[in-house]
């Protein structure tokens, strides 16, 4: 079946960087999605990355994409407060392209 | 350009009553959904559609109704509520089936069912 799973915490200094992992089922998910989500709002697209990629660099974005073991971690560089929200890793099977199967979130908290 | 919006933000219920949670978008998207939000369990999809007139269940579908007869709107109901459903309600669209499947999402319906 598909499952996402993820740790539900992450507490970080301002200007480290923050690693969350995530770890998936389904072997025939197209595309992984890290999205995040502010106190109050919806969730909003972060970066996404292909099955057949190992890694996607965006600014202070990294994805790492171990694809045998099925673990996907999304890496920011130099947290700031601002990064503080949840963290939602997402899988889209192939039998069912438009969904999107979510992970429990990772609430990372970042303090001076 | 609103995007994706929702209406109400917040409601209070009572067992037994009915309602319905409105979302729209103005981006021609095909795709819509609603989810729902509980602590520590991620988002799990309720219903959804692929274009007007055709709607199909989700993960978790039982005690929702949902219709399109738009492309714009997409509203669900709950035709009897019961406590289990107090959650968080997301709606989201997207545009298209091919490439990365980006997501808009409204802010979100905050339901509280007494």
């Known amino acids: 079946g598909e499952d996402v799973e993820q740790s539900l915490f992450l507490s970080v200094r301002e200007g480290d960087s923050s690693v969350i992992n995530c770890t998936y089922t389904d072997s025939s998910s197209t595309y992984l999605y890290w999205y995040k989500q502010e106190p109050g709002a919806g969730l909003q697209l972060l970066t996404y990355?292909?099955?057949?990629?190992d890694m996607k660099q965006d600014q202070r974005l990294t994805v790492l994409l171990n694809k045998k073991d099925k673990h996907l971690s999304l890496r920011i560089a130099d947290t700031q407060t601002g990064d503080s929200a949840i963290y939602f890793c997402a899988e889209s099977p192939l039998a069912g392209y438009n969904k999107l199967i979510f992970g429990a979130g990772t609430r990372l908290a970042v303090h001076p | 350009n609103a995007g994706v919006t929702q209406t109400p933000k917040f409601q209070v219920l009572k067992t037994g009553q009915s309602m319905t949670l409105q979302c729209a978008q103005d981006m021609n998207h095909e795709y819509m959904s609603w989810y729902r939000q509980d602590p520590g369990m991620g988002l799990r999809l309720i219903h959804y559609?692929?274009?007007?007139?055709?709607?199909d269940q989700g993960e978790v579908p039982n005690g929702y109704n949902v219709s399109r007869s738009t492309t714009e709107d997409f509203p669900l109901r709950l035709l009897s509520a019961a406590p289990s459903q107090t959650s968080v309600y997301f709606c989201?669209?997207?545009?298209?089936?091919?490439?990365?499947?980006?997501?808009?999402f409204g802010p979100g319906t905050r339901l509280t069912v007494l």
């Open positions: 559609s692929v274009g007007a007139g055709i709607t």
């Open positions: 989201a669209s997207s545009a298209q089936a091919g490439g990365p499947n980006e997501q808009f």
């Open positions: 990355i292909f099955s057949n990629m």
